[in-house]
């Protein structure tokens, strides 16, 4: 599986996770942070302005979503 497959089968595969009633077990900050990764794997050359913009949430807020991404790597 090339790289392109691998994130489109990903991304499809996070949407559905997202789209299940069960989901609503994640916190709502997961699921920000779910939506930037989708985001950020879709686009390139993503700035924390736009990604502010295109979620409609706070520049603090994405501050904070990545924050917590980079911890997580």
């Known amino acids: 599986m090339?790289?392109?497959?691998?994130?489109?089968?990903?991304?499809?595969?996070?949407?559905?996770?997202?789209?299940?009633p069960t989901h609503d077990q994640l916190s709502n900050s997961s699921k920000g942070e779910i939506a930037l990764m989708i985001y950020i794997s879709n686009h390139d050359n993503v700035s924390p302005g736009q990604l502010s913009e295109v979620l409609k949430v706070g520049s603090g807020r994405v501050a904070n979503a990545l924050k917590n991404l980079e911890k997580k790597d």
Do not use: C
Not at 2 to 20: A, P, S, V, W, Y
């Open 2 to 20: 090339d790289k392109e497959n691998f994130f489109e089968t990903f991304i499809g595969l996070l949407q559905r996770i997202m789209n299940n």
